[in-house]
């Protein structure tokens, strides 16, 4: 039996259906966070001249707490999100029962707009408006833009969020995991988590078709940036308390 082979169109339902779910935007972010954050709190931990059971301990502490609220706030969200597209489609639905006569003049005029001659656009209109859940789907998709067999996943958004973050957030805390502490600790730290951030950034630019080096350079450009004002911060804080 014959596979059949993807599409161009195929591939880029995929990634949209990822984006409209919550998926794609999760896995960034979870990541992305995981990496700077973690990263900004031991850096401006170790800064201060801290132990490094002190800076491994705070470090735990805030993948903890950070994975907790990016689950907890992919998940409402996205339940958000959900909930307004279905609120939006039960009143298709409603306009089916009370309206279809609307609901067909709208579709065979977006079939117009889309390239269709009146007549074929109002013979087509027609055609799907004889049953309703097809008139809900492709009213759904055409004119308002939405697909109701992917309206997203709370718990998929909420589960990636905790899981990626704290996969991103293990990274800069590995020297201190492995003993490491101090300078060195905190040049490992820097160094790991700007590989992870040119992995994202890449990551990111190939997937909405930008360039991969900009998109790598940009998140690196971040993750410096912001390992240098928590150093700053903390050095200068520990020179104050000490």
Not at 48 to 70: E, P, Q, Y
Not at 188 to 211: D, E, M, P, Q
Request: contains cysteine; glycine residues 12%.
């Amino acid at each position: 039996m014959k596979t059949k082979t993807d599409t161009f169109g195929d591939t880029l339902a995929r990634r949209a259906a990822q984006v409209q779910r919550g998926g794609a935007r999760a896995a960034v972010l979870g990541v992305n966070d995981g990496l700077v954050s973690t990263l900004c709190l031991v850096v401006g931990m170790a800064a201060t001249g801290a132990d490094a059971k002190v800076v491994l301990t705070a470090g735990f502490a805030g993948l903890l707490a950070g994975s907790i609220s990016m689950a907890a706030g992919e998940w409402i969200s996205v339940k958000a999100q959900v909930e307004l597209f279905e609120g939006v489609l039960g009143d298709v639905r409603h306009a089916i029962r009370k309206d279809r006569d609307r609901l067909t003049d709208d579709l065979a005029e977006n079939f117009e707009d889309n390239g269709m001659d009146e007549a074929t656009a109002g013979d087509a209109a027609e055609g799907v408006a004889t049953d309703d859940k097809r008139l809900l789907a492709m009213y759904a998709s055409q004119v308002i833009g939405i697909n109701k067999e992917e309206l997203g996943s709370p718990w998929v958004a909420a589960i990636s969020s905790f899981l990626l973050f704290t996969v991103g957030s293990i990274v800069p805390l590995l020297p201190w995991i492995i003993g490491m502490h101090g300078w060195s600790g905190i040049s490992v730290a820097i160094v790991l988590t700007g590989i992870g951030s040119l992995c994202v950034g890449a990551y990111t630019a190939r997937s909405s078709g930008k360039n991969l080096a900009y998109g790598a350079l940009r998140q690196l450009l971040i993750v410096i940036f912001a390992a240098a004002v928590t150093y700053g911060i903390g050095h200068i804080f520990g020179v104050a308390t000490s």
